[in-house]
Antibody, heavy 122, light 112 residues
């Protein structure tokens, strides 16, 4: 079964840092790009970033709202993708999901995790 | 503010048909980029419902269908069931943005 499981969410103060993780199983993780998407309470889904595979030189891309503060990395030996969040703001409070882009075109996300909750508050 | 606009809510009685629109522009849907749809229940993983405008992944009931025309796309749910009460999002690509993926504003479907 193809599966993604996020972890590492929690409460952090404004200006603080947090690193969340996502472990994939049931597919060739190393060959897949991975996305991060978030949903703030009462808001819609927001794409925040993506990391490509080793074959595509681990190229990353970020939404303007997090660029320069968030960093996506991966450890293919552990089938894990990370989201390092720095200089956190209250508006970063959200459920963070990792997802797999569709094999082939990569134009949609065919597998999602259940998310991990990040709360930025003093 | 998303470049893909959806109605905030739609509702229908069990058994009825509802449609959700996703309105874009010439830099996304109108440029020929495919539209995909997701179903999301709070506290759960979003689920791919329709890909490439009108294809259903295995396991998605044929009550769900998608279409695209011009700068808009639509998701139709026929034979509405209580379990269909959820949030629905369209997603596509926009060439005018620096990021590859854009989601619609989302639509809450309520089964009366």
């Amino acid at each position: 079964e193809v599966q993604l499981v996020e972890s590492g969410g929690g409460l952090v103060q404004p200006g603080g840092s947090l690193k969340v993780s996502c472990v994939g199983s049931g597919f060739t993780f190393s060959g897949s790009a991975m996305h991060w998407v978030r949903q703030a309470s009462g808001k819609g889904l927001e794409w925040i970033g993506r990391i490509r595979s080793k074959a595509d030189r681990y190229v990353t891309a970020y939404a303007a709202s997090v660029k320069g503060r968030f960093t996506i990395s991966r450890d293919d030996s552990k089938n894990t993708v990370f989201l390092q969040m720095e200089s956190l703001k209250t508006e970063d409070t959200a459920v963070y999901y990792c997802s797999r882009p569709s094999p082939g075109s990569g134009s949609y996300m065919d597998v999602w995790g259940k998310g991990t909750t990040v709360i930025v508050s003093s | 503010q998303s470049v893909l606009t959806q109605p905030p809510s739609v509702s229908g009685a069990p058994g009825q048909r509802v449609t959700i629109s996703c309105t874009g522009s010439s830099s996304n849907i109108g440029a020929g980029y495919d539209v995909h749809w997701y179903q999301h229940l709070p506290g759960t993983a979003p689920k791919l419902l329709i890909y490439d405008n009108n294809y259903r992944p295995l396991g998605v009931p044929d009550r769900f269908s998608g279409s695209k025309s011009g700068t808009s796309a639509s998701l139709a749910i026929s034979g509405l069931q209580a379990e269909d009460e959820a949030d629905y999002y369209c997603q596509s690509y926009d060439s005018s943005l620096s990021v590859p993926f854009v989601f619609g504003t989302g639509t809450k479907v309520t089964v009366l």
